[in-house]
């Protein structure tokens, strides 16, 4: 159910592989790396939760229209892991009605797919709820640099072309200054303190994040303008801490002396 990220996932260990090849660990450092990688790849899959998109899309509609919370944009771009279009990430779901909720004309949930053909570029789109709430799944070649950004400005004048949408900004202007009323909301995620780990586990991640670090952020490797960007943390809890040996010594009624 989760789209594939093989050229992001290769190009991240080959960046890693390389920082441990100048520390001269060569091929151990090479297998750690794969071994890191993984492991921690099954071990964040796991916790990849999920709902089914109908459920919440009253919800969603809702919040559309519920004029006493401000605008947080025109229209607002989530990229889903999701390949059904009945579903959707729980964490996606959490954003859009967090403080602050993402009160939005249009939401745009955008899928994207490596093809075999190493030069494919097409497009496919559905209305899940007319006019409000769209998806669209991009099928690239491996040899393609995903540009999300620019890609979804020729979707959308598409669509105003075809008359598939009514957006209040003119064609005019999208084309010669691109998607400014589209905020693209990247979660990233972040190893919580609130986990305990078996020594094991908690090497795995620990290393995993710092590969991370070292790679290109979501936003570069789509090719999404910084400031058409809002990053937003999410906490990564893999094993709740269950009990913290924590005793209380004394507790004081205010207004009372002793």
């Known amino acids: 159910m989760e ?25 151990i450092g090479l297998f750690t790396t794969m071994y890191v990688w993984y492991n921690a790849r099954k071990l964040t899959l796991k916790l990849l939760t ?6 919440f899309l009253p919800a969603l509609e809702n919040l559309i229209k519920d004029t006493t919370i401000p605008k947080y944009a025109t229209h607002v771009v989530y990229l889903t892991k999701m390949q ?61 640099q995903p540009r999300i950004g620019i890609m979804l400005k020729k979707v959308v004048e598409e669509m105003i072309k075809n008359k598939e949408i009514n957006i209040n900004t003119p064609f005019a202007t999208i084309h010669k200054e691109g998607l400014k009323d589209f905020k693209f909301i990247i979660l990233e995620r972040f190893l919580s303190y609130d986990n305990e780990f078996s020594a094991r ?58």
Do not use: C
Request: no cysteine; proline share 3%; net charge negative.
């Open 84 to 144: 059904s279009h009945k579903l959707i990430e729980k964490r996606i779901v959490e954003s859009i009605f967090s403080n602050p909720a993402k009160r939005a004309d249009v939401y745009w949930f955008i899928n994207f797919h490596r093809a075999d053909d190493p030069y494919i570029m097409e497009y496919e789109v559905e209305e899940i709820v007319e006019h409000k709430v769209i998806r669209v799944d991009f099928h690239l070649g491996f040899r393609i």
């Open 50 to 55: 999920y709902e089914n998109l109908k459920d």
């Open 201 to 258: 586990d908690g090497f795995i991640l620990n290393a995993y994040f710092a590969i991370l670090r070292t790679a290109r952020s979501d936003s570069e490797a789509y090719g999404i303008d910084v400031n058409q960007a809002v990053f937003e943390k999410v906490p990564l809890v893999v094993a709740p801490v269950s009990n913290i040996n924590l005793r209380r010594t004394s507790y004081k009624v205010a207004g009372r002396d002793e």
């Open 3 to 27: 789209f594939s990220r093989r050229s992001g996932d290769f190009a991240i260990i080959g960046v890693a592989t390389m920082v441990v090849f100048d520390g001269g660990g060569k091929v």
